[in-house]
């Protein structure tokens, strides 16, 4: 049983400047719950309804659980429909990033990204892509935003997310900078190589010119029919599977 | 300014129930509406609010249209952020879906698809790559759902969805019956040749068994990393872009 302050506590960190006060983010479902416990993130403390075994959590090490109610779980969820399972876990404070973290393999570079469904979309298909390191540009959806943690489906574990100042990054790199962009090469015949930084725009207004004009290759992906545009979610899917399709087996 | 009851009329279509009975749903945002307008739909009136110039909106026919108040188009929008401009459309019936529509091209085919944002970003997808048909199964998401309508980005408005026993179609076609599945030959691989359906599972569960067994050949969007599956919408783009990369020019 949780009190109403802890209640409060763990309903507060569903604001950004409560999860950097405290250093803490909640992570909810079972599949996510178990992944974070198996990655280098430090779970403090898990909360289970009756309705779960919680033995079954207990891989690794040794971690506190609290049974709780279905009414409690539904006052600290994020969710429309709450799970059974709930983790708090530390937010992970990454070494700064240098040319080094970055040096033969591709990393994806996000300049504005809003929507935290697109942020949790864009980790996991990183995560499927083998892709570990995913730069986000200082005015980007924060990643332990509820809903980002969720469409991540807990590939948020495994990927590194860090935040910078893009333009720094993308003038100091002497990495290939490709960024897909509406004109530019065929995705299907660019010569990615074997390292690189991909860059996406934002949602609406595609990449800020800053950053746009730091761009070494610009790549599109070709149109067939009316759309005007693809979900930026989408859009980095089909350069992370271009990129590894051509990559030397 | 619109009556008690025309509000609720408005509002009452956001459930399948009331669309069906009154072949009427209603499309939101001015690039949507504008789509709509220029698309073989019937378009039965437009709503905007005092802060719209509704000149602009008449290009091709005369079209009722009736300024309301944001507090008005509040009530009866589906949105969190309403917008400035909302249509009153007639549902389509297409003609019976037939072995001819679907012959010498791609179409897609969704087995259960439930959450109404994939099935828009798969419309809209379609749309970018120039696939007309996309096929349901009759226990999918209703394609009118306002959610839908509005992720299809106004795609919706060029593609034809179609519900049919999905089982039957795949049964009796002639076509090539790929689908996305977690085991098969790897997408890069495949030679899709120039016409097929392309099967897509649900989001928790795949394929049923029943569809599953009527698949000719298996493709898998092979894994790099961590991630234990990729979202519906995202394999669904990367088979359009894989066919096209593929396709005769």
Chains 1, 2 share one sequence.
């Not at 250093?23 to 430090?42: R, T, W």
């Not at 429909?81 to 404070?93: D, G, N, S, Y």
């Not at 074997?194 to 990449?207: A, D, F, Q, S």
Request: charged share 20%; with cysteine; proline share 4%.
């Amino acid at each position: 049983m949780l009190s109403k302050s802890q209640i409060n506590f763990l309903k507060s960190l569903q604001t950004k400047k409560e999860r950097a006060t405290q250093g803490l983010f909640l992570v909810e479902g079972f599949k996510s719950v178990i992944e974070f416990i198996n990655s280098p993130y430090g779970v403090e403390a898990i909360y289970h309804t009756t309705s779960f075994d919680s033995n079954v959590l207990n891989l690794s090490r040794k971690i506190n659980s609290f049974e709780i109610s279905s009414a409690e779980m539904e006052k600290i969820s994020s969710l429309k429909t709450p799970q059974h399972v709930a983790a708090l876990v530390k937010i992970r404070v990454l070494p700064p990033l240098n040319n080094n973290l970055l040096k033969q393999k591709f990393s994806l570079v996000l300049d504005g990204i809003q929507d935290p469904g697109n942020l949790g979309t864009i980790i996991r298909i990183a995560d499927w892509f083998g892709i570990q390191n995913v730069i986000c540009s200082t005015d980007s959806v924060d990643v332990y935003n509820p809903k980002v943690v969720q469409a991540s489906m807990g590939s948020l574990s495994r990927i590194d997310v860090f935040y910078e100042e893009i333009g720094r990054i993308l003038a100091e790199t002497d990495l290939p900078v490709f960024g897909a962009l509406m004109q530019g090469e065929s995705i299907y015949e660019t010569d990615f190589g074997t390292h690189g930084l991909i860059v996406m725009g934002n949602e609406g207004n595609g990449m800020s010119r800053d950053v746009e004009r730091l761009i070494t290759r610009a790549v599109t992906i070709p149109r067939v029919g009316g759309a005007e545009s693809l979900n930026v979610g989408i859009a980095a899917a089909l350069f992370c599977s271009e990129i590894n399709r051509k990559l030397p087996k």
